[in-house]
């Protein structure tokens, strides 16, 4: 993320125009804007833990899940407030990616991604076994609902102080170690990076990032906290969105934000196949073609953008 | 834990590593257990069937993963897409073998059209983008399955009818049987094409080194589109010998195979044909005795306790059981 | 007569850089051609460009006709690059290595086989032996064998003595040009020990920087003043 005036100014045409849309927006549209603004949160964390240190996970539904659990049950029994519960819900997602970012040091690569896969399969599980507290199959539910304009709202300014902490961190030294760690482990340790802090470091801030998102996603559902809503699904679509999103754009994370959170609710409406099932073939092309298109992301095409106006 | 370094594939040594102890360990255990209970031999021949067709998407994943340093996502899928090829071979007419067969070469065509058509394209540029483009390809193909037939239960006939043959005492299911002798038969097949033909010699140059089969004339790219061919014929037979074992054919059949093969893969080591179906066995075998012996292990818990084992023995060795030790020295 | 390989103002570039700058050469048929150079001149480059491995602009033809820049297709016609680094399958046997060599061949290997045998006669001892696990002249040895399996009609080697012990070198370059005096075997090949290239070969190039400097009758080039003092030494 660089600092040069036109970013400055996209970022304040960006805040302008997120302030005013709900006015203009029903309030089903608030809350699929919402919805964006959950995913965006989500990407941005997946976006540090993988494009940042290259540790891949696909287990981001799980601490989503624990993030929403957390809000749901200490509503349900405590009649917490609910900024109050994201924030708990923050620090213990990062003690879990803390917990499971320091046995991922053995791991590497492609065993890295299915180990978090595994994580991402089970964790959703332990509600269903443990039905007494969590809930079972039946859910929790959290004390009080919100207002879809509540909901924008918070998402939304949420989504804005995580990408303002994740642009801190990412210029700050812990920034650099990460990029370095990146680019060569090897380098990076031979310079005197200490890799085990810095990316369990990287865990704990993606996960706590991934446990708001969690909290958000749960009162979007109404408060509704349940096991099949964090399905493997969820993993696979925040990983989608970092992937359409690319690295190291802003625009790029708020299209990747986009398109998982929107697109399947579009492409319902497509008429032709119609139904749960014309909907999953149209979300499934659709993805195929931007991958295909743009393997690098939206960041990728802006990056070739920016380069070709540099040299016309 | 310091273990034996293990030559990459050709030699014949033979070599006394842990992991080797350890397997034998484990069999000298299921042989006991099933001389000593009825139950427990019962319990481990179903779980030898039901770890066969993981341990054949395992190995359809691996088969892909060697060949270009990707996870197909979209294995159980495909395999999930040519089963309901079967069905409707069989609902025009075709007895259940020659739809079998006939399923198994569409299989192939299936699985080398979509390397070609949708893998090739992006597979030079970035993995990440191969990873979504198959996850793509599951919703996809999940959606064009239940438009087509539909998503409520469908039935296909047996393939060795439903009779339970009693070996001295043990009730052995003619199904599981002829799971178990079928995935035999095809990997064994698969292991004969690699080990003894020109095309498999070609296919493993390929996977191992592209540049250099290159360049002594091996067609590397038609190569990678056969592996993805070969893996979707394993993938059917999975598929065909999932749906008598859960009796009902849906859209969903395939997606807790596809789970445990993933867990049987890694637990094996993604680059170990080997690994794979030893993976798949031992899970098949290992869920059904913890299942029938230890009390927490319910349903719902089976998958999240698959995936359990399969961390601990990362932790331990980082690469899966035969995988590779890949040195890296920081 | 015309030449079997022609290289006519061929460029090749890895991605932005460029590596060749207008490179012209020939291989006549049954000869041996050495290319010299320093580091980083453009000799496996040049390699590359013919059997295709990397992007090229320009002329290349083969037999007259013009080369494909596709190497599986560069291997049917009868072109085997063995390339530095050798090309050896390290994770599979000395006979699967073999096997390997003959891909592109049709019919029966068994005389193949044999005469493999004559100018290699330890290899069949070493037919089950994992190829990672010869030594550096066995691997190299293998790598010709390999190549000599494809019977092909010109032999790419790029800098072959890389390595090498001095008196492995020299049983290298002897077969090499046993094979190319008994089974007509063109060869080009690019070396930095410019000692026993020269001695070698009928024609030589020196390349520097992407461009042919000097080329000429290997005598003639062994006896040039700027040769002498800067690739042979005196």
Redesign the interface.
């Known amino acids: 993320m660089r600092t040069r005036l036109a970013p400055i100014a996209s970022l304040v045409v960006a805040a302008v125009v997120l302030a005013a849309l709900p006015f203009a927006l029903s309030a089903y549209h608030q809350a699929l804007a919402a919805q964006v603004a959950t995913f965006f949160i989500a990407i941005l964390g997946l976006d540090i833990l993988t494009g940042y240190t290259g540790q891949i996970s696909i287990g981001h539904g799980a601490f989503m899940a624990i993030g929403g659990y957390t809000t749901a049950i200490l509503s349900r029994d405590h009649h917490m407030n609910l900024v109050l519960t994201m924030l708990i819900a923050l620090a213990i997602c990062f003690i879990c990616g803390l917990l499971v970012g320091l046995p991922a040091l053995r791991l590497s690569g492609v065993y890295l991604a299915l180990a978090t896969f595994a994580l991402a399969v089970s964790v959703p599980q332990i509600p269903l076994k443990f039905s007494k507290y969590l809930g079972g199959s039946g859910g929790v539910q959290t004390a009080k609902t919100v207002s879809h304009l509540w909901l924008y709202g918070a998402s939304w300014t949420a989504a804005a102080i995580a990408f303002v902490l994740g642009w801190l961190v990412l210029r700050g030294r812990t920034g650099r170690a990460f990029r370095a760690i990146r680019d060569s482990e090897v380098a990076a340790a031979s310079s005197g990076v200490g890799l085990p802090i810095y990316k369990t470091l990287a865990f704990g801030i993606s996960a706590a990032f991934a446990g708001v998102a969690g909290s958000f996603y749960v009162l979007g559902t109404n408060g509704f906290a349940q096991p099949n809503e964090f399905s493997v699904l969820l993993s696979l679509q925040i990983l989608i969105g970092a992937a359409v999103a690319g690295l190291g754009s802003l625009w790029g994370l708020l299209a990747g934000a986009a398109f998982v959170g929107l697109l399947p609710t579009i492409s319902s409406d497509v008429p032709v196949i119609g139904s749960t099932h014309g909907q999953d073939v149209v979300f499934g092309l659709i993805v195929i073609l931007v991958m295909l298109v743009l393997p690098n992301g939206v960041a990728g095409l802006l990056a070739r953008l920016s380069r070709l106006r540099a040299r016309a | 834990m310091e273990l034996a370094r293990r030559?990459?594939?050709?030699?014949?040594a033979l070599r006394l590593s842990p992991v080797f102890l350890f397997l034998g360990a484990a069999c000298v255990f299921l042989l006991v257990g099933s001389l000593e209970s009825t139950v427990f031999a019962q319990q481990t021949v179903s779980g030898v069937a039901l770890g066969a067709v993981y341990g054949s998407l395992a190995l359809a994943l691996v088969l892909i993963?060697r060949a270009t340093?990707v996870?197909n996502?979209a294995q159980g899928e495909m395999a999930m897409a040519t089963t309901y090829v079967a069905y409707q071979l069989m609902l025009w007419g075709l007895s259940y073998w020659e739809a079998f067969f006939i399923t198994l070469a569409v299989a192939f065509a299936f699985g080398g059209v979509v390397q070609l058509v949708?893998i090739r394209?992006?597979q030079h540029?970035?993995v990440?983008?191969?990873?979504?483009?198959t996850?793509?390809?599951?919703?996809?193909?999940?959606?064009?399955v239940?438009?087509k037939w539909g998503?409520d239960l469908k039935f296909m006939p047996a393939p060795f009818g439903n009779h339970v043959y009693k070996l001295g005492g043990v009730a052995v299911s003619r199904q599981d049987l002829g799971t178990i002798a079928i995935t035999l038969a095809s990997v064994v097949l698969l292991w004969a094409l690699f080990r003894f033909t020109?095309l498999g010699?070609?296919m493993?140059?390929a996977a191992?080194?592209p540049?250099?089969?290159?360049?002594?004339?091996?067609?590397?790219d038609r190569m990678l589109a056969i592996g993805w061919g070969l893996a979707a014929v394993l993938g059917a037979v999975a598929g065909l010998m999932t749906e008598p074992a859960v009796f009902v054919l849906q859209p969903t059949l395939m997606q807790p195979v596809l789970?445990y093969g993933?867990?049987a893969a890694?637990l094996g080591g993604?680059d170990s044909p080997v690994g794979a179906v030893v993976g798949g066995i031992a899970i098949g075998v290992f869920l059904n005795l913890v299942g029938q012996y230890v009390h927490f292990v319910?349903s719902?818990?089976r998958?999240?306790v698959a995936?359990?084992v399969?961390?601990l023995v990362?932790?331990i060795k980082?690469?899966?059981l035969f995988g590779r030790k890949?040195l890296?020295k920081? | 007569m015309a030449p079997l390989l022609e290289l006519t103002d061929v460029e090749a570039r890895y991605g932005p850089v460029q590596a060749l700058y207008g490179v012209t050469l020939t291989v006549a048929e049954g000869e041996i051609v050495a290319v010299l150079g320093a580091n980083g001149a453009g000799k496996t480059t040049m390699l590359r460009a013919i059997s295709g491995t990397v992007d090229r602009s320009g002329a290349v033809t083969f037999g007259g006709k013009a080369l494909p820049g596709v190497p599986e297709a560069v291997a049917n016609l009868g072109v085997a690059h063995v390339p530095e680094g050798r090309g050896t399958f390290a994770e599979l046997t000395v006979w699967e290595n073999l096997r390997l060599g003959a891909y592109t061949r049709r019919g029966a290997l068994k005389d193949d086989f044999a005469r493999v045998q004559q100018y290699f006669p330890w290899i069949e001892r070493r037919r089950s032996q994992q190829a990672g696990t010869l030594s550096g002249g066995e691997q190299q040895m293998l790598a010709l064998a390999r190549a000599f399996m494809q019977r092909p009609r010109l032999l790419l080697l790029d800098e072959p003595s890389l390595g090498l012990a001095p008196i492995l070198v020299s049983e290298v370059f002897r077969i090499v040009r046993e094979l190319n005096e008994q089974e007509g075997v063109s060869v080009l090949v690019v070396e930095q020990n410019a000692h026993i290239a020269l001695q070698a070969a009928e024609n030589a190039y020196v390349l520097e920087v992407g461009r042919v400097a000097l080329s000429g009758p290997a005598a003639d080039l062994q006896r040039h003043e700027s040769v002498r003092k800067s690739y042979l030494g005196y």
């Open positions: 030559l990459p594939t050709g030699t014949r993963y340093e996870i996502f949708f394209p992006v540029k970035s990440i983008a191969v990873v979504i483009v996850v793509g390809l599951f919703i996809l193909i999940d959606g064009l239940a438009w998503a020109k010699l070609g493993r140059a191992l080194r540049a250099s089969a290159a360049l002594v004339g091996v067609r590397v789970l993933f867990a890694v993604l319910t719902e818990v998958l999240p995936f359990a399969l961390l990362l932790l980082p690469t899966g890949r890296r920081v």
